[in-house]
């Protein structure tokens, strides 16, 4: 396997409850290379803090950024490994999406007039979690419909999510109508 194709091969194991016959000696070598020698979640930071991305000289109109901006893609496999090798997932997943879980920062409208949020998903853990961190509050309510085509490595993931926090309830649905109601 070259490099190239490590980094288009996708983690599908990321939450799955056996994983180590599924690991070849390379596999295992690139995990131990990939991942902090001292996994402690105090060295994680916001995972947007970690894009290298000069936002003022793109505005500005750099060219030469511009155009990088434009082919650059984010690398999930980072993420998932810091989620993986976590002991904590659910202290690593609010702390590396930058969950928003404190109470006292709730203004006293938020906090009388909660809302519902409703998703359909069916893949890319990672960019689930950044849209999910981006809106989340402690006292609102969030449906996740996962499509039942979905992989069953991104199924266990967002399990993984729904046990993290008492508000974000997540259910498999195989047959429902995208873009409907009908789908929460």
């Known amino acids: 396997m070259t490099d190239s194709n ?4 996708k983690i599908n194991w990321l939450f799955a409850p056996s994983i180590s016959p599924l690991l070849t000696a390379y596999d295992f070598r690139l995990l131990q ?14 995972l947007l803090n970690e894009i290298d991305v000069d936002c003022k000289r793109i505005i500005g109109g750099d060219k030469i950024l511009v155009e990088k901006a ?21 202290h690593a997943i609010k702390k590396l999406f930058g969950f928003h879980v404190d109470l006292k920062d709730i203004s006293a409208e938020e906090l009388a007039y909660p809302l519902a949020y409703g998703a359909v998903v069916y893949k890319n853990f990672v960019q689930v979690m950044f849209m999910l961190s981006a809106f989340y509050r402690p006292h609102n309510e969030y449906c996740i419909a996962v499509s039942g085509s979905a992989e069953k490595s991104f199924k266990n993931s967002m399990d993984e999510v729904a046990s993290c926090f008492d508000n974000i309830h997540v259910l498999v649905r195989y047959r429902f109508q995208h873009h409907h109601f009908a789908c929460i």
């Open 6 to 9: 490590v980094e288009n091969h």
């Open 33 to 46: 290379l990939s991942v902090p020698s001292k996994p402690a979640l105090s060295i994680y930071q916001d």
């Open 70 to 90: 434009k082919q650059w893609e984010y690398n999930s496999i980072h993420a998932e490994l810091k989620i993986f090798e976590a002991k904590d997932k659910c």
